[in-house]
């Protein structure tokens, strides 16, 4: 699939293909999604904090799975760093990745980190609350302030399907409470609310924002911790009883961003299986 670009091309200048800038895509569920992108025929922006070789092997992957053809048609991998928590970083990254792609049509908010320690609520620290709230928080909330900014001052310029595409990948712990992960928790359902905050402030501009909400998901993140969950997933609590993979986040973020999710403006999707749903 490839997308229009309004100005038109030549055939010595190929269409530019639209461009997505996806947050913490070096690896785990942002790598997912990139891929998917890819695969759909967008460009992606890589953005990772501090493992450039991790990102680097991202825009390989994705070139690996873009259809045939993409070079010619402008299909674009590119890394840009920045860390998120850190104010001028995040200020300066999107202006950065619009002059290095020449134009972004979505973004997907996909970087965060865990509670550091995983600690009781009795023991975790301000310390540990103010590094999660501001990369899991701060970070995609102010990045999409930029975001929209910029498309609110270039109208009509799109290459969507559809109008710009803002996302939030959350969590169900926005609504599930983990007492050895209170700060995450709170980062997500905070997250949560700014979604549903952007997305009614933007649908007038016909700028789509959605919310994935991933459950118990197989990435190196959870690396750790498959002693524990394994024995809850395969007990029914997660009624499709398998863990969620980055592909499946991928494909549900690649519908949005290639407009099959139309007037769905502040939609909670959950990627978890069924966990979220009330049972008996």
């Known amino acids: 699939m490839s997308f229009p670009d309004p100005s038109g091309a030549t055939d010595d200048h190929p269409v530019p293909s639209a461009v997505v800038l996806v947050t913490g895509a070096s690896r785990g569920l942002g790598r997912g999604v990139a891929l998917e992108l890819a695969r759909a025929g967008v460009s992606v922006a890589v953005h990772y904090a501090g493992n450039r070789d991790a990102a680097e092997q991202t825009c390989a992957d994705c070139l690996r799975a873009a259809p045939a053809g993409a070079a ?24 950065r990745t619009v002059d290095l ?29 103010d590094q999660v709230m501001a990369v899991n928080l701060k970070g995609p909330h102010f990045l999409s302030q930029a975001a929209a900014r910029h498309w609110l001052e270039h109208p009509g310029r799109c290459r969507l399907p559809g109008g710009y595409k803002l996302a939030f990948v959350s969590s169900v712990s926005a609504t599930m409470s983990s007492s050895n992960r209170g700060d995450y928790c709170m980062s997500k359902a905070a997250l949560a609310m700014s979604c549903q905050l952007w997305a009614a402030r933007l649908a007038e501009h016909g700028i789509d924002v959605i919310e994935f909400r991933p459950g118990i998901m197989a990435t190196d993140m959870t690396a750790g911790v498959h002693g524990k969950y394994d024995p809850i997933i395969q007990s029914g609590t997660v009624p499709a009883r398998r863990w969620g993979t980055a592909e499946d986040l991928g494909r549900a973020v690649k519908a949005f961003v290639t407009g099959d999710l139309p007037f769905a403006h502040g939609a909670v999707i959950h990627i978890d299986g069924g966990l979220h749903l009330p049972r008996l």
Request: hydrophobic fraction near 35%.
């Open 72 to 95: 010619d048609r402008g299909q674009r991998f590119e890394p840009v760093q920045a860390s998120l928590d850190d104010p001028a970083q995040r200020d300066a990254l999107w202006s």
């Open 101 to 129: 792609m020449g134009h972004v049509d979505g973004l997907v908010n996909n970087a965060g980190i865990s509670s550091p320690g995983r600690k009781d609520l009795l023991e975790a620290t301000e310390d540990s609350f």
